[in-house]
């Protein structure tokens, strides 16, 4: 929906600039979630075609009674394999590349997913989960590429050039396709 509507206002504003547009297109999403780290690279991909976007899991620090943290995880980055980081984060507790690890439990279910990690009271949990975010999949950096065919050679797009480029081609499309019924009806017109 943000798409169509960033499409629907460059039809009638197509002289908008990038920031006018980001209005309503955000940035990219991804189906598993996540979230996106940097307004500034967003920007950048947006504008040139390429970049590089980092991705972070969603995550949150939660104490309990005992004064032990537990971070939990609600969100993965697009692409990464929740059994293989689950079996990551398992493999540091092991060998105890960081102290304070106590366990990791998958408690996803038919409502999502949830990643349970036990932190020991005399650990600072941020200082795990930012261990965790340089050392596992929980923070990734995923490449944005917007290449497309334009004038039969691939080109790398920025979003305002892609969405132009749509709208090129859909009123083409629609004159095509109303010129094609309205042929058929002429051609229908003895009967």
């Given at each position: ?81 929740k059994s293989n980081l689950v079996k990551k984060i398992d ?101």
């Amino acid at each position: 929906s943000e798409v169509i509507d960033g499409t629907i206002f460059f039809f009638f504003y197509p002289d908008c600039s990038l920031d006018e547009l980001m209005n309503y297109i955000k940035g990219p999403d991804f189906p598993t979630g996540g979230i996106i780290q940097g307004l500034s690279q967003i920007k950048e991909a947006f504008s040139t075609g390429k970049g590089k976007i980092v991705v972070r899991s969603k995550t949150a620090i939660e104490k309990d009674k005992n004064g032990s943290s537990h971070i939990i995880i609600s969100e993965i980055p697009y692409e990464v394999v929740k059994s293989n980081l689950v079996k990551k984060i398992d493999d540091i507790r092991f060998s105890k590349s960081i102290d304070g690890i106590l366990d990791v439990k998958d408690v996803s279910d038919r409502n999502g997913l949830k990643i349970i990690i036990d932190v020991s009271k005399d650990v600072d949990a941020n200082n795990v989960l930012n261990y965790l975010f340089k050392n596992t999949d929980l923070q990734i950096y995923y490449n944005y590429n917007m290449v497309a065919i334009v004038n039969n050679r691939p080109t790398y797009l920025s979003l305002i050039s892609a969405i132009d480029g749509y709208v090129d081609f859909y009123k083409d499309f629609v004159l095509k396709r109303t010129k094609f019924e309205f042929d058929k009806r002429v051609d229908r017109c003895h009967i």
